[in-house]
Structure formats: C-alpha cells, structure tokens
Antibody, heavy 117, light 109 residues
C-alpha cells in the first residue's frame, strides 16, 4: 500500500525557517512527482510547488518563489520542503501528495505548523 | 494570477442530485487541464475522488462522476447520501503549475 508519512507538528517563531519531510514507501520513488499543499485553519487548499524526485527538478507557485525550496533524498525516498521567513499567515496544515499522470492519488497525513511569537 | 472558482456552498436533499462546478479565469476548462476532485471531511486529509476529468479510483463511490459542462469541470453526485456532506475541492493543471479552487461546502439536508 502506497504511503507518504510526514514529519511531526512544528511550532516556529516569525522569521524562522521550517523544514518538513515526507517519506514515501511501497512505490518507485523516482517515478512520480511529489507536491506540497497547505491549508490554513478554516481555509481552502493552496498549492506550494512540486519536485520531480528523478532529477531533482522543481517548480514553485508564484507566491512562494524565493521562500520555498524542495529537495529529495533518493537513498531514503524522502522529500523535504523548506519554507523560510515564516509569518503568522504560514500557520497551516501542510500535505505532501504523490502525482501519477495528473492524478493526485495519495496524500500524506499532514503536518500542523504553527507560527507564533 | 490564475483563479479557479467553485460555488462556495450548495445544499442537497438525501437521494437527490447535485452538480458542483469548477471554472478557470483563463477561459473554458478542457481536458487539457486534467481536472481533479477531492473530498474533505472535518479533521481529515483530503481524499481524491476523480482525476483527469472523469476517471475514478477504486475507492470512489459509483454515485460520483466527473465531466466537462459548459466550459467548466463538473462533479455530479447522484443519489446523495448523508455521508457525502463535506467540502469538495477541484484542482486544475496549468502546465507545470497547479491551482485549487476555493472549495464547495456541500450540505445534505
């Protein structure tokens, strides 16, 4: 059964950076894109960007360019997302998602990130 | 900035039929946008229902169907059940970018 297991909840202060992980299992890690999406409390879903684990190629949402970096470690089938210069509006649940040929099929369990002074 | 628009809320009676739509600020939605639909219940992660306009997963109930309708992507629920009460999100593909709609809160009443 395909699984994406995310790292645990984080509490950060404004201006800090955040690094989340997403460990994939039960499929060929380098065969499919992994995306990051977030959901602020009571709000909708927002796409941050994606990484191609095969070649480490990335594409970021316009709003997050310059502030987000996605990387991967093929030896552990793990994708990482760093979001810098955090502000209170970055408080959200962050999800990683596998995409297979335009199909966002499997989602991680989500990681709650709280940004507060 | 591309905007994807959904109905903020809809209400349907049990056993009824309802259609949710997903529009793009760039123009008519076609299969090239590979519409995806997701269901989210309170406290849960979203779950994929439909991909590439109309394809279902093995776990997608038969009463859910996806299509293109009047220049929009559409999700139709036929024979609505109480457990279908949830938030529904569409996702459109714009080359390398992806954009979610704002979501539709479906009430079954």
């Amino acid at each position: 059964q395909v699984q994406l297991v995310q790292s645990g909840a984080e509490v950060k202060t404004p201006g800090a950076s955040l690094k989340l992980s997403c460990k994939a299992s039960e499929y060929t890690f380098t065969s499919h894109f992994v995306h990051w999406v977030r959901q602020a409390p009571g709000q909708g879903l927002e796409w941050l960007g994606r990484i191609d684990p095969r070649g480490d190629h990335t594409f970021y949402g316009q709003r997050f360019q310059g502030r987000v970096t996605m990387t991967r470690d093929t030896s552990t089938s793990t994708v990482y997302m760093v979001l810098s210069s955090l502000r209170s509006e970055d408080t959200a649940v962050y999800y990683c998602i596998r995409e297979v040929m335009s199909n966002f099929d499997y989602w991680g369990q989500g990681t709650l990130v709280t940004v507060s002074s | 900035q591309t905007v994807v628009t959904q109905e903020p809320s809809l209400t349907v009676s049990p056993g009824g039929t309802v259609t949710l739509t997903c529009a793009s600020s760039t123009g008519a939605v076609t299969s090239d946008y590979s519409p995806n639909w997701f269901q989210q219940k309170p406290g849960q992660a979203p779950r994929s229902l439909i991909y590439s306009t109309s394809n279902k997963h093995s776990w997608t109930p038969a009463r859910f169907s996806g299509s293109l309708l009047g220049g929009k992507a559409a999700l139709t629920l036929s024979g609505v059940q109480p457990e279908d009460e949830a938030d529904y999100y569409c996702l459109l593909h714009y080359a390398d970018a992806r954009v979610f709609g704002g979501g539709t809160k479906l009430t079954v009443l």
